[in-house]
């Protein structure tokens, strides 16, 4: 995914404690098209005593998108998009 110069500088949407989290995270941003990167990965797996102390892993998105993963975001911890409990993995989407 290509990051233009114009989109801004990037900025942090939200820290997790899980990088696994954060990498799940990333990857629904980046499936409806935001820019998305996870960063400090390394570090709170390295180093995993001082996770807290440093905030987790964070989520980055240009400038511009910034506004975008806050909603999505938000709306992902809603459930707006979970699955209903009659979900048939077997049956074709309509």
């Known amino acids: 995914m290509t990051i233009l ?16 989290e954060a990498h799940v995270q990333c990857s629904f941003l980046q499936s409806v098209g935001i820019p998305a990167q996870v960063a400090d990965v390394h570090l709170v797996q390295t180093h995993e005593l001082i996770s807290l102390a440093v905030g ?29 409990d009659d979900f048939d993995v077997h049956q074709a989407p309509s």
Request: hydrophobic content about 45%.
């Open 56 to 84: 987790g892993a964070s989520i980055r998105v240009p400038e511009a998108f910034l506004a975008q993963a806050r909603q999505l975001l938000q709306a992902w911890d809603r459930g707006d998009f979970a699955l209903g």
């Open 5 to 20: 110069a114009n989109q801004g500088d990037m900025c942090i949407v939200v820290r997790y404690l899980s990088p696994t």
